[in-house]
Antibody, heavy 119, light 108 residues
Framework: QVQLVQSGAELKKPGASVKISCKAS????????VHWLRQAPGQRPEWVAW????????KSSQKFQGRVAISRDTSANTAYLEVIGLTSEDTAVYYC????????????WGQGTLVTVSS | DIVMTQSPATLSVSPGERATLSCKAS??????LAWYQQKPGQAPRLLIY???RRVTGIPARFTGGGSGTEFTLTISSLQSEDFAIYYC??????????FGQGTTVEIK
């Protein structure tokens, strides 16, 4: 069955970068887009970035312009999110997710990766 | 960006009672609206898409309605496993895909 398994929790200092992985099983990432969202403690989910199925388009929220990068290793069926220039406001659980068919709803989510930014 | 606003922030309901949650969009989103349930320590779970279409496996007590700017999620008879936070999300105009701030359904 479809499953997204993310890498483990990270503790980073302000100014550092972090790279999170998301391994898909039960389907091929290359045929679906991969989205990244995050959720700060007690807050709503927030969309971060997206790579489309063809890997020719990546988009990120204006809020993160220039600070996030999505990549994908097709042979490993794994996607990655890198965030640079971390601040305490980046402390959140980061999720990868898949879109449900032709809709814009997210039907499968990874278990989440907690990124804590603290000096 | 389209802003999604949910009300109330918290809903206190007794098991077996009906709960009605509201979601409003800052501009029309047609029926490009999804609802999610989230429990502590878990990722959001998709319940409803297309404003009113239940995902396979979601119990019939969950009903979504509305179009344009106003939407509702009704849980007809609350079960113990339904106490959670519920979020709406629009996918009419993207990026970004945007979520409401959530409604917590708690035991009365």
């Amino acid at each position: 069955q479809v499953q997204l398994v993310q890498s483990g929790a990270e503790l980073k200092k302000p100014g550092a970068s972090v790279k999170i992985s998301c391994k898909a099983s039960g389907y091929q990432l290359q045929f679906y887009g991969v989205h990244w969202l995050r959720q700060a403690p007690g807050q709503r989910p927030e969309w971060v970035a997206w790579m489309n199925a063809g890997q020719d388009t990546t988009k990120s929220s204006q809020k993160f312009q220039g600070r996030v990068a999505i990549s994908r290793d097709t042979s490993a069926n794994t996607a990655y999110l890198e965030v640079i220039g971390l601040t305490s406001e980046d402390t959140a659980v980061y999720y990868c997710a898949r879109l449900f068919g032709a809709s814009g709803a997210f039907d499968f989510w990874g278990q989440g990766t907690l990124v804590t930014v603290s000096s | 960006d389209i802003v999604m606003t949910q009300s109330p922030a918290t809903l206190s309901v007794s098991p077996g009672e009906r709960a009605t949650l509201s979601c409003k969009a800052s501009q029309g989103v047609s029926t490009n609206l999804a609802w999610y349930q989230q429990k502590p320590g878990q990722a959001p779970r998709l319940l409803i898409y297309g404003a009113s279409r239940r995902v396979t496996g979601i119990p019939a007590r969950f009903t979504g309605g509305g179009s344009g700017t106003e939407f509702t999620l009704t849980i007809s008879s609350l079960q113990s496993e339904d106490f959670a936070i519920y979020y709406c999300q629009q996918y009419y105009k993207w990026p970004p895909w945007t979520f409401g701030q959530g409604t917590t359904v708690e035991i009365k």
